[in-house]
Each structure stands twice: as structure tokens, then as C-alpha cells.
């Protein structure tokens, strides 16, 4: 067996294997009691990849990228695919290297490399341009004490976005309120029921962002062309602006926004349509930025009990389920909910979206029915006690804030592998999940 080098190379090339030695034939590969893997961590930043700012060599046979194992005619100025063996020519840009001029894909001790690409997307003429967004769903159904914590945090939050983030904001209670952010002469809202599901065609009908919906918005249509932009982005500048245009209407409003005014009876818990609101949320964004790197944050603090998504019935004396209670298939509202995050789940993945869970709460929240839409999607769950704890400030400020100590999140990304002919992938079923791609 061939051993693969265990230094700080697994810190550069950010892969991780089972076994530090390669089998070399079928026999030794069925000799190992645990099979090989291999753990890959994709844009892992080490202070030894090196940058480029130019486009890689790709073989045209495979695609695949040319590096440090090509072998290299520097007469003829030819490369060696290494996985296909494929002869490609060099381009002419490349026309002045030798072995004692190498470009730095060549180097051997570049076996990771990131390139800085342009923008394929860049248009010149002024048209939209979205770079990421984010959504942020608000619950309203709690004590004054936790209401206000979470605002300021929020309001911190959109302080450490970059300026050209779009934000989006939808809160919740026993209704859903999407509010339009580009109306800022007062607080517009559009209201959707909470006790049933709604589709996202349904989302792009009531907030008129559909072709029908357009022609009766007065002026949907104004701000849009005097920033050169398509028609199927008027929902964009109505519900999404970047962070330093909305930032002080964000602020404001707020200031103004209230806990769930609907009364409570002696005895029962509050009217929480979590799942309406992560839906409409997701209506949205699919509407106005289908394909672009966006992020649903929701800032919950209790369970679901109305519509779609729900746990728990209303009643106090209904406890919420346990672990005992799943195991033993008791928890009545389980399967359904779950039936509904996982295809809350599918659609967001068919959009390149993701879904992030802030929870703070004493009860459950119900992570267990909803963890299906955050896995998939690549997103983030953090739980606390009280969006005061230090647990969900630090999390919360550190998901948006630059510098090292950032998580350094990547939007709609997708992850490309290529296998040489002498080395197959193993498995009936294997999926990959990269900041809201799926690939299967």
C-alpha cells in the first residue's frame, strides 16, 4: 500500500481520510475493516493556498483542471491531463514557460489552488446585479423582555452586512407580515393567514410580484427602469433592498414593531405559524432571486402551533413531544410536519437558497421537524435559553461579521468532482450539500 503523506498537507488540501495508506489492488482494498472516505472541506482558507487572478487550464476532454500531477512537454508546450490522459495545448498566454519558469499550478507544492474568477454574470449596461441576500423571519410571539433583545441584536446584525447585501424581512405571529421595504413613506405590510400552506405562486399573486400582479402595483415599474433593470425584478426593489439603503427603515420600523397583539386565553399557548412564514419567506425569494445565493435567517422562540409545520396543539395541558414519544411513533404531529419542512426542504434547493434556525427558547421549538430543510440546505442551528444569553449574541454576530474570526459563508456554490478511471465512487445513494446546491 502506498502511503499518502500525513503532515500539515491535510490542513492545505483540507481533506481527511480513513486510512493514510492507499490500497493498490482490489485485495488489499477488501482487507480494510472500515472503507476508505474521505472528508472534503471546500474553501478551507490556509495562509499557504495561494490566489490566482486568472481562469484555470481545463483539459477538454474531462474538464478537469490542470495542476501540479500534469505532466508537462514544455517543447511542444503541451500538458498531460492526469486523470484522462488527454494531450491539450497550451494557450498562447502560456507560450513563455519552461521548467525553470513555471506558472504556480505547477508548483508541487501547490496541490490546492483558488482562482479568482470574474464575474459571468457582470453586466455593463446596469442591470441588477445580486451578489447574496438575506431574509430575516421575526417571531413576535414572545415577552417584551425577549422581543427587545432580539431587535437589537437584529439591528447590530444589519449594521455588519456588506453595503450591496440585499435584506429582505418578514415577521410572524398568528399571521405572517411581509414587509415591503421599498415603500418608505410608511410601514406597508401584506398580510397572509397563518393556519394554511400557501405555494409560491400563491406568495408572488398577493404580493403582486407575478405579471398580473405588476399591472396593478401603481408605479411597479418606475425604480427598476431607471436602474436598467428587467421587469422580473420588480419584486426585488419592493421587498429586497441592499443593506445601506433599507438600514435606517429596517432601524425605524423596528422601533415600532410590536409583540403579537393577538389575545392568548387562560390555559394555551400562542398562535406561532412558523411554518407559514418560512414558506412565504421562501415564496419570496424563489420570486424575486430564483438561482441567487440567499440566506433565510429565522429568529424563532417557541413552537409552532398553527398551520403547516405544527408540533403542538394550543392547549397547556398538552405537553410538547420527547424523545420517548418519537421513538415510540406517539408524537401525532410529527410525520406531518415533517412531510411539510421536507418539501419546504426541496424547493429551496431547487432555488439555491438556505435556511438558518435561531432558537431561543426554555420549551422546544421543534428542531427535530425542521431539521430536514436546515440540512439540506447547508444552514445553521443555533439554540439558547434567551436571545439575551451570550450563546445567540456571539453566534448571531459572528454569522455576519468580517474578519478571521468570521464563519466566511459562500453562496450557491457547487462542488465538481473528477476521478481518475482507476478510482470509483462506492455507494447506492450519495448527495453533497454545499451552501444551498444539492447534487446527487
Known amino acids: 500500500m502506498s502511503e499518502i503523506p500525513n503532515t500539515d498537507q491535510e490542513g492545505i488540501d483540507s481533506v481527511r481520510m480513513t486510512w493514510n495508506n492507499w490500497p493498490r489492488t482490489k485485495v488489499e482494498a477488501s482487507k480494510c475493516v472500515i472503507p476508505l472516505a474521505a472528508s472534503i472541506s471546500p474553501i478551507r482558507p490556509h495562509s499557504e493556498i495561494p490566489t490566482l487572478q486568472y481562469p484555470p487550464l481545463r483539459c477538454k476532454t474531462c474538464t478537469s483542471i490542470m495542476n501540479c500531477f500534469s505532466r508537462v512537454d514544455f517543447t511542444a508546450k503541451i500538458w498531460i491531463c492526469p486523470f484522462c490522459y ?17 506558472p504556480a499550478e505547477l508548483y508541487s507544492q501547490y496541490t490546492t489552488i483558488e482562482y479568482t474568477l470574474g464575474d459571468k454574470n457582470h453586466n455593463p449596461a446596469g442591470e441588477f446585479d445580486v451578489k447574496s441576500a438575506f431574509v430575516f423571519v421575526l417571531d413576535t410571539c414572545m415577552i417584551e423582555e425577549e422581543f427587545e433583545y432580539v431587535k437589537s441584536e437584529f439591528k447590530r446584525a444589519i449594521g455588519l452586512l456588506p453595503e450591496n447585501a440585499m435584506v429582505g424581512f418578514v415577521s410572524f405571529g398568528t399571521q405572517v407580515q411581509v414587509h415591503e421595504l421599498g415603500f418608505s413613506d410608511m410601514s406597508k405590510v401584506y398580510v397572509f393567514r397563518g393556519t394554511k400552506e400557501i405555494s409560491k405562486d400563491q406568495v408572488m399573486e398577493q404580493l403582486g410580484i407575478g405579471v398580473a400582479g405588476r399591472r396593478n402595483v401603481p408605479g411597479a415599474g418606475g425604480y427598476q427602469q431607471q436602474k436598467g433593470m428587467h421587469m422580473q425584478n420588480s419584486g426585488v426593489t419592493r421587498f429586497l433592498l441592499p443593506a445601506s439603503d433599507c438600514e435606517f427603515t429596517l432601524n425605524s420600523l423596528l422601533d415600532e414593531l410590536q409583540t403579537d397583539q393577538w389575545p392568548v386565553a387562560p390555559g394555551t399557548r400562542a398562535s406561532r405559524c412558523t411554518g407559514v412564514a418560512l414558506s412565504v419567506a421562501a415564496g419570496l425569494l424563489g420570486a424575486c432571486l430564483p438561482g441567487t445565493g440567499a440566506r433565510i435567517v429565522a429568529l424563532v422562540g417557541g413552537p409552532c402551533t398553527e398551520g403547516p409545520g405544527t408540533i403542538i396543539s394550543k392547549d397547556l395541558s398538552d405537553p410538547v413531544r420527547s424523545h420517548k414519544d418519537l421513538d415510540k411513533d406517539a408524537a401525532p404531529y410529527f410525520k406531518k410536519a415533517v ?36 440540512e439540506r440546505t447547508g444552514g445553521l442551528v443555533v439554540l439558547s435559553e434567551s436571545f439575551g444569553h451570550s450563546v445567540f449574541k456571539d453566534s448571531f454576530k459572528r454569522v455576519f461579521e468580517n474578519g478571521e474570526h468570521s464563519l466566511g459563508l459562500c453562496f450557491n456554490g457547487t462542488l465538481e468532482i473528477n ?20 447534487r446527487t
Open 86 to 102: 488527454q494531450r491539450n495545448h497550451f494557450p498562447p498566454h502560456y507560450s513563455m514557460i519552461s521548467e525553470t519558469n513555471l
Open 419 to 438: 476521478c481518475s478511471k482507476d478510482i470509483k465512487i462506492q455507494g447506492d445513494y450519495w448527495t453533497l450539500h454545499l451552501y444551498g446546491e444539492e
Open 339 to 374: 412531510k411539510f419542512y421536507d418539501s419546504l426542504a426541496k424547493q429551496l434547493v431547487s432555488q439555491g437558497h438556505v435556511l438558518d434556525l435561531f432558537a431561543s427558547a426554555l420549551d422546544q421549538v421543534g428542531v427535530a421537524e425542521m431539521k430536514v430543510a436546515v
